[in-house]
């Protein structure tokens, strides 16, 4: 029997293409088939409400540190409070970022 298991989808391009509308754009597609809310993890100065206007979504800023167990329990709240969507825009931050992956190894 098919088991139902999580779609991970990347988007990647450089600053200005069209990555949040896009994502928001497929994220809205998303739920009329798995039903949910849609939250939007916003690591970028709380650019994606921006669109507020044209998408529904709940949003949470997220600022540093930047850990993985940072945007591991970023996931586990938007969980807890209902989302089946989640988008974080941006994931570079994990890598780059304060408090994220390249600074945990200079450590």
């Known amino acids: 029997m098919r088991e139902q298991t999580p779609l991970l989808v ?3 391009g450089p600053s200005g ?3 949040t509308y896009s994502a928001l754009r497929l994220a809205a597609g998303i ?6 809310d849609v939250f939007g ?4 100065a709380r650019r994606m409400l921006h669109y ?3 998408f529904k979504f709940k949003h949470v800023a997220f600022g540093a540190p930047f850990s993985p167990l940072d945007y591991l329990a970023a996931a586990e709240h938007c969980v807890a409070r209902g989302a089946k969507t989640i988008i ?6 994990e890598h780059e970022g304060a408090g994220g992956v390249l600074e945990m190894h200079t450590e």
């Not at 974080?88 to 931050?93: A, C, I, P, V, W």
């Open 10 to 12: 990347g988007i990647v």
């Open 17 to 19: 293409t069209g990555k």
């Open 31 to 36: 739920q009329r088939v798995t039903g949910g």
């Open 41 to 44: 993890v916003d690591t970028e």
């Open 52 to 54: 507020a206007g044209k």
């Open 88 to 93: 974080f825009d941006s994931f570079s931050h």
